[in-house]
Antibody, heavy 124, light 111 residues
């Protein structure tokens, strides 16, 4: 299970830190991603982090503003969002990226577990 | 970035009849390991997405066998052999071969 928190209303230029806490599986074994969905729109992948935190990948439009991190001792992944813009308004989902854990072996981007999402609204 | 284009965006469907969604990528999704990382997700209204199929054609456990995925290279298809009421929602294809991961724009299934 994945449970997100930390969303809310923030002014343009402001900051917010999202959290996602995992349970029911060995968190250390999995890469994790954040995926967002603007109101009434489709899904957009935002960031991904390796199991040990040693590799982070970002969508270009958030690079330099967002930072993904994790604390394996707390089974948690985070998204620090700075310099927020109106276009960052979305429901943010945490998703498990199984990579080598599919029956076929590797399965990049095959998000097999999703949280319920936390809403971020950027508005003055 | 790889652009994923789905069609149709809102197909007319009838209960008990088949439905098909096309997903095309702007470049080949075959990775250097010769596998193709194309996934399908379903999002019911008000719910989080759920994975249906990974690596083109591998159906998840619990996904009815009326769902099937096929395709190769840049051209992929999700088929529903007989649409049921619970199949309503939006279907997304997504490629995991390249960074950044990219989704199709979504196909909305309404009965």
């Amino acid at each position: 299970q994945l449970v997100e928190s930390g969303g809310g209303l923030v002014q343009p230029g402001g900051s917010l830190r999202l959290s996602c806490t995992a349970s029911g599986f060995n968190f250390n074994d999995y890469r994790m991603s954040w995926v967002r969905q603007a109101p009434g729109k489709g899904l957009e992948w935002v960031a991904n982090i390796k199991q040990d935190g040693g590799d982070e990948v970002y969508l270009d439009s958030v690079k330099g503003r967002f930072t993904i991190s994790r604390d394996n001792a707390k089974n948690s992944v985070y998204l620090q969002m700075n310099s927020l813009r109106a276009e960052d308004t979305a429901l943010y989902y945490c998703a498990r990226d199984p990579w080598g854990h599919c029956n076929t072996g590797m399965c990049y981007g095959a998000f097999d577990m999703w949280g319920q999402g936390t809403m971020v609204t950027v508005s003055s | 970035d790889v652009v994923m284009t789905q069609s149709p965006l809102s197909p007319p469907v009838t209960l008990g009849q088949p439905a098909s969604i096309s997903c095309r990528s702007s470049q080949s999704l075959v990775y250097k390991d010769k596998n193709t990382y194309l996934n399908w997700f379903h999002q019911r209204p008000g719910q989080s997405p759920r994975r249906l199929i990974y690596q083109v054609s591998n159906r998840d456990s619990g996904v009815p066998d009326r769902f099937s995925g096929s395709g190769s290279d840049t051209d992929f298809t999700l088929k529903i052999s007989r649409v049921e009421a619970e199949d309503v929602g939006v279907y997304y294809c997504m490629q995991g071969t390249y960074w950044p991961y990219t989704f199709g724009q979504g196909t909305k299934l309404e009965i």
